[in-house]
C-alpha cells in the first residue's frame, strides 16, 4: 500500500472547548511533510492478520497471520518476513501473496498533504481519539495530482495505476496527526481492484528513552470483483536500530 492547495483554514477555530490559539493548515502540513525525517532509526514488530470473503460469503474468513521485522534506517523502510503463523518462513515479503502494504511511516501524509496534491480541505466535526481531543476534517485529493500508485498481480499479469483519494484527518490539540483515512477514487474500469479504504491509527511510543509518535495500528480493506481481502495491522516492540542489535521472535504470534 504506497498506499496534501492551502486553504486559509483554522483547524482549531471551531473548537472554543480547547481554549488555544488556532492551528493553521499550514502548520499541519509541514509537520506531515517533516513527519518521516523526525524519526529516529529503529525496529518494530508488524503483525498483520489476513482475512477474506466474496460476495456469496460475506463474512470474514481468516486467512493467516504474518510477522514482519520493520527497520527504518537512513529514512527509509525495509520488510522482512518472519513468520507465517507463527512458524519461521524463508520467504520474502513480497512473496507472501494476497494483499500487503508498505510505507505507513510517512507515505500516506506526504501523498495527501504535498503542495503538488492540491488536496482540498473543509471542517468535518470535533471529537475524542483514543481519549484526546481532536478536530476532523475531510480531504480529497484529484486523481490528475494524486502520487497515488496502486499494483495488482494476479494470474502472471501485473496492473498498475494511479488514483485519486478522500478521507479524512484527525488532528490533536498540538497539531499531531492521529489518524488518517483513505478511499480510492476515480478507479478505471480496466483495473481488477473495484475499492480499496484504509485507516492509519499514530499514538505516542518510547524508543530509546524519548516518546515518538508513529503507527500504531492500520486496517486496509480491498475489493476486486467477487473477492474481498481485510488486514489488520499492529506495530508493536519499538526499539532503537543499532548495528548490534538482535532480533528475536516468538513462536506464538500476538493476537
Known amino acids: 500500500m504506497k498506499f496534501l492547495s492551502h486553504a486559509a483554514l483554522l483547524l482549531a477555530a471551531a473548537n472554543p472547548l480547547w481554549g488555544q ?29 489476513r482475512y477474506r470473503n466474496s460476495t456469496s460469503s460475506p463474512e470474514w ?12 534506517f537512513a529514512h527509509r523502510e525495509e520488510y522482512k518476513l518472519m ?16 494483499s500487503i502494504s508498505q510505507g505507513e511511516f510517512g507515505s500516506m501524509l506526504q501523498e495527501v498533504f504535498v503542495p503538488s496534491a492540491q488536496a482540498t480541505f473543509a471542517w468535518d466535526s470535533q471529537s475524542t481519539l483514543r481519549g484526546r481531543p ?9 486523481a490528475e495530482n494524486a502520487h497515488y500508485q496502486l499494483n495488482y498481480s494476479a494470474n502472471d499479469r501485473r496492473y498498475s495505476t494511479m488514483a485519486g483519494r478522500h478521507g479524512l484527518v484527525y488532528v490533536g490539540a498540538t497539531g499531531e496527526i492521529l ?19 484504509a485507516v492509519l491509527d499514530y499514538d505516542f511510543t518510547d524508543i530509546g528513552g524519548r516518546q515518538f509518535l508513529v503507527p500504531h495500528a492500520a486496517l486496509v480493506e480491498m475489493r476486486a470483483g467477487i473477492l474481498g ?4 495491522i499492529d506495530f508493536h516492540d519499538y526499539r532503537k536500530f543499532s548495528a548490534e542489535a538482535g532480533v528475536s521472535f516468538d513462536t506464538q504470534v500476538k493476537k
Open 83 to 98: 513468520m507465517v503463523n507463527g512458524l519461521k518462513t524463508k520467504l520474502r515479503y513480497e512473496e507472501a501473496g494476497g
Open 229 to 232: 481481502s481485510k488486514n489488520e
Open 134 to 142: 481532536v478536530q476532523v476534517f475531510r480531504y480529497s485529493v484529484a
Open 179 to 197: 489518524r488518517i483515512t483513505s478511499e480510492a477514487d476515480n478507479l478505471p474500469s480496466t483495473f481488477p481492484i473495484d475499492r480499496l479504504n
Open 61 to 72: 474468513s481468516p486467512m493467516d497471520t504474518l510477522t514482519v521485522q520493520l527497520s527504518y
Open 21 to 49: 490559539a488556532p492551528i493553521s493548515l499550514e502548520a499541519v502540513r509541514k509537520s506531515a511533510l517533516s513527519y518521516s525525517a523526525g524519526l529516529p532509526d529503529f525496529f518494530c514488530t508488524e503483525t498483520v492478520r
